[in-house]
């Protein structure tokens, strides 16, 4: 194959079956990297893009320190991580980010998903590239 893809000679059925097996396993690993590091690239800004008010009424710290990248799942036949705050503050984030009657909307998750798009999409395109 041109272009640096992978090479596969098949004599027998069992040996097909193998090749194939070996390919998936290196695209769950490519892709479940792909996934983590897509998901830690945007936990990481949508925490530098939260807002820490000066006032703290929970007595648990800044909303930017209750962000949370998880584990990797394929549960739904998508490879996907949950990425956002933990069950201490997570259940407000809604109020800045939406705002209130007293507090204007922020829409900072929002700025962060739009903001992170490309570049997320560029490290999946760079862990899933054939032939590395």
Do not use: C
């Not at 990425?83 to 984030?93: E, F, N, Q, S």
Request: proline share 5%; hydrophobic share 30%.
């Amino acid at each position: 194959m041109q272009g640096g893809g992978w090479k596969m000679t098949v004599t027998g059925a069992e040996e097909l079956l193998s090749n194939i097996k070996m390919l998936e396993a290196g695209y769950d690993r490519k892709a479940r990297k792909a996934v983590r590091e897509g998901g830690k690239y945007f936990g990481e800004t949508l925490a530098q893009n939260t807002p820490v008010s000066t006032e703290d009424h929970s007595g648990k710290g800044p909303l930017r320190d209750h962000m949370k990248v998880g584990s990797v799942s394929v549960k739904t036949g998508e490879y996907e991580v949950p990425v956002g705050y933990d069950r201490t503050k997570g259940p407000i984030a809604h109020f800045p980010n939406s705002g209130t009657s007293k507090q204007d909307p922020q829409h900072f998750i929002e700025k962060t998903q739009d903001g992170t798009r490309d570049a997320v999409l560029q490290i999946f395109v760079d862990n899933l590239k054939v032939g590395d």
